[in-house]
Each structure stands twice: as structure tokens, then as C-alpha cells.
């Protein structure tokens, strides 16, 4: 039974750690001025890094927007949103916890990825991290593409 107990008390140790590692990486984030254009919404543990043509998307305007499932992979699921605020419609992917890595690992990849413009690449808009660790890429919907 002590043993047990000291596992427990471990592993609930471990899992504290790991909320202040991301506590730390978010102000870290927001504070960074190497990320020029970047916008930052904070909302209870809830981010949104904003690039270039998405600097008016909300984090309320990314989570309520109707859509539709257009695709499905084996690590993520694509949905085409209508934005009502300001009448767009935006290619979302919500990526399968299980697929991906660490939010210290995603976070810096996608901040790269979102200051890439190239005519070949289809821009990053927005890259959300929800409080339990959900990941959501939000790019620009071509109606007749196929990426």
C-alpha cells in the first residue's frame, strides 16, 4: 500500500510539472519579440497565435463556427467553417492528440510554419492550443484545390 501510494504521489508530482511547463512557455510566447506580426489571445490556458491574414480571427470565432467535415486522416480531421463576423470560409484541422507531439514541441514548429510565404504553400492563418492540449491548424479554404 506505500508503495502504491508513493506512485500516486509521483505520478500527480509529475503532472504539476507539466502544467508549469506550459504555463511557462505561454508568457514566454507573449513575450518574445522575434515573432513581429504575431498576434497572442490568451483566455484561461487557451492560446491563439494569429499570422499574417488571420490577425482579426478569435479563439469564440475558430470554436463556434459551423462547418463541415470535408476529410479525414489518420491524424487529424478537416472541417470547412464558415466565419458569420466577417464572411469567410476557413480550412480547419484539428489534430488527434495521440498523433501529435508536446505543446513545447508544436508550438515553436508551428510558429515557424506561420511566418513561411512561399506561392507554392498554402498560408497559416491561426494555430490554437486548447486548454487540454487540443492543437487546431487554420488555413485558408480553396474550393476546387486539392492539397
Known amino acids: 500500500i506505500f508503495l502504491i501510494s508513493l506512485v500516486i504521489i509521483y505520478y500527480f508530482n509529475l503532472c504539476r510539472r507539466e502544467n508549469t511547463a506550459i504555463g511557462t512557455t505561454d508568457s514566454q510566447l507573449s513575450d518574445d519579440p522575434e515573432l513581429g506580426n504575431i498576434g497572442i489571445e490568451n483566455e484561461q490556458n487557451v492560446e491563439l497565435m494569429c ?13 463556434d463556427a459551423p ?22 470560409i476557413l480550412l480547419l484541422r484539428f489534430l488527434r492528440p495521440a498523433c501529435s507531439a508536446t505543446i513545447e514541441d508544436v508550438v ?19 494555430f490554437y492550443v ?5 492543437k487546431l491548424l487554420v488555413h485558408p479554404y480553396y474550393a476546387h484545390g486539392n492539397l
Open 67 to 88: 462547418g463541415e467535415v470535408v476529410g479525414k486522416t489518420s491524424y487529424s480531421t478537416l472541417y470547412r467553417a464558415n466565419l458569420p463576423r466577417n464572411n469567410s
Open 130 to 134: 486548447g486548454s487540454r492540449g487540443e
Open 51 to 63: 499570422f499574417q491574414g488571420g490577425e482579426d480571427l478569435t479563439v469564440p470565432d475558430v470554436l
Open 108 to 126: 515553436p514548429a508551428a510558429r515557424e510554419i506561420g511566418l513561411v510565404r512561399h506561392s507554392n504553400l498554402v498560408p497559416l492563418r491561426a
